[in-house]
């Protein structure tokens, strides 16, 4: 891995964290992703606490074993390390990991209803997000659950404690953990009209071909990128 890469990765992970601690208002969460196989097998991933950290560098990233070793950075290891160390283990094609407390979806997950697809914006949330209702993940039995929970999918709720958001890279996660937030908002204010009916599936499938293939950051992405940077 390029030094180029490895910093564009760990800045990623820390807008990103930035982002999601800003929209949510929620400092306890996690953004992650994979270090790119170097040749010898990939040594783990990034990690930032949406928190600013007691003490240190507020802007640090950790890097972690997958195991759940900290390999580098301050070393402040989250409770829920599991949740991420058994996630990577069961999917191969994730490459971002975000545990979550968005507080609408939370609300909802608590109440026994499920987070479909309402518009464009949450299409691959589908009939309905799964969701894992045991203990705070703080073991790699527990992680291994949230993982079979999570199955093949983009994301799950673990009931009264957030959520759990995967995607092919930092910007593809973050943008769809944006998303289910405002999805279940929607939700909300449709209940106040009798409820929200499930996308139907010929629109989210015709949606899903026209952006396959397409490689580019989500639009919302770059947006942030924007607003961040300036440029």
Known sequence: MSEDLGQ?????VLLAARELARRLDDVWGHV???????????????LKH????????????NAFAYDGTAIDGGHEIPWEIPLYTQVYAARPDVQSVIHIHPPVATAISTAGQ???????EGLEFGEG??????????????????????GAGTACMLKGH????????VPDATVRAIYLERTAKQLV???????AEVLPKVIRDDIESRRAGDE???????????TATGE
Not at 8 to 12: A, F, I, V
Request: glycine share 14%; proline share 9%; net charge negative.
């Open 216 to 226: 580019r950051p989500p639009a919302l992405w770059r947006y942030i990128e924007w």
């Open 50 to 61: 949406l928190r600013i950290p007691r003490g240190g560098d507020p802007d640090s990233v």
């Open 114 to 120: 499920v987070i479909h697809a309402v518009s464009h």
């Open 162 to 169: 957030g959520a759990v958001v995967v995607g092919t890279s």
């Open 32 to 46: 992650t992703c994979r270090i790119p196989d170097a040749g010898d097998g990939s040594p783990g991933f990034y």
């Open 189 to 195: 204010w449709a209940s106040s009209f009798g409820g």
């Open 129 to 150: 997000l799964p969701v894992y209702s045991g203990e705070i993940v703080g073991d790699p039995a527990i992680g291994d659950n949230v993982a079979d929970t999570l």
């Open 8 to 12: 564009r990765l760990r800045s990623q």
